[in-house]
T-cell receptor
């Protein structure tokens, strides 16, 4: 079963930052937070992952709260191509298979 | 590098027939995964290969599904006989290390059983 809770949908204006929240209150100390997305008709795409420090790559930033019970994925300048379902996943690094939940359907509005 | 390749991209078969899906992982990736998304449902894990060995097949729905990975390279997923509820999109993913950054997914095979 998925160990995370995400809002079912969100809207964001094109060009603005999209902030996608995720609750993972039962996360254990050796579990990582991963984010994937699925753009319509494509396979899921890895975005970013982290343990406790904030992380940034060319696609997004991941902000994890100090207690690690929640996190936020930030797409700094959302474009129409970022319209997708975003999945927040908690996983033991190097061990667990990825388990997808329902995710958040992000709509980027022109 | 070439990505994960799946074929066919679409398949329409009649109930009771057999279908074989193929996945070519990224070269050098020992880990290969199969997932499935049935319409309206979440993406579900099916199984995980490490090289040619099945590491975890806990998600395989029943014995009508048979997955193989010849020589630790490409993998096939055979459904025999196909049922209506097998319709969905089947995704394959690969990763170099179990603990590496993430899986690379293919574009999927859309299977329709009529």
């Amino acid at each position: 079963d998925a160990k995370t809770t995400q809002p079912p949908s969100m809207d964001c204006a094109e060009g603005r930052a999209a902030n996608l929240p995720c609750n993972h209150s039962t996360i254990s100390g050796n579990e990582y937070v991963y984010w994937y997305r699925q753009i319509h008709s494509q396979g899921p795409q890895y975005i970013i992952h982290g343990l406790k420090n904030n992380e940034t790559n060319e696609m997004a930033s991941l902000i994890i709260t100090e207690d690690r019970k929640s996190s936020t994925l930030i797409l700094p300048h959302a474009t129409l191509r970022d319209t997708a379902v975003y999945y927040c996943i908690v996983r033991l690094f190097g061990y667990d298979k990825i388990i997808f939940g329902k995710g958040t359907r992000l709509h980027i509005l022109p | 590098e070439a990505g994960v390749t799946q074929f066919p991209s679409h398949s329409v078969i009649e109930k009771g027939q057999t279908v074989t899906l193929r996945c070519d992982p990224i070269s050098g990736h020992d880990n290969l995964y199969w997932y499935r998304r049935v319409m309206g449902k979440e993406i579900k894990f099916l199984l995980h290969f490490v090289k040619e060995s099945k590491q975890d097949e806990s998600g395989m729905p029943n014995n009508r599904f048979l997955a193989e990975r010849t020589g630790g390279t490409y993998s096939t997923l055979k459904v025999q006989p196909a049922e209506l509820e097998d319709s969905g999109v089947y995704f394959c993913a690969s990763s170099q290390d179990v603990g590496n950054y993430g899986y690379t997914f293919g574009s999927g095979t859309r299977l329709t059983v009529v």
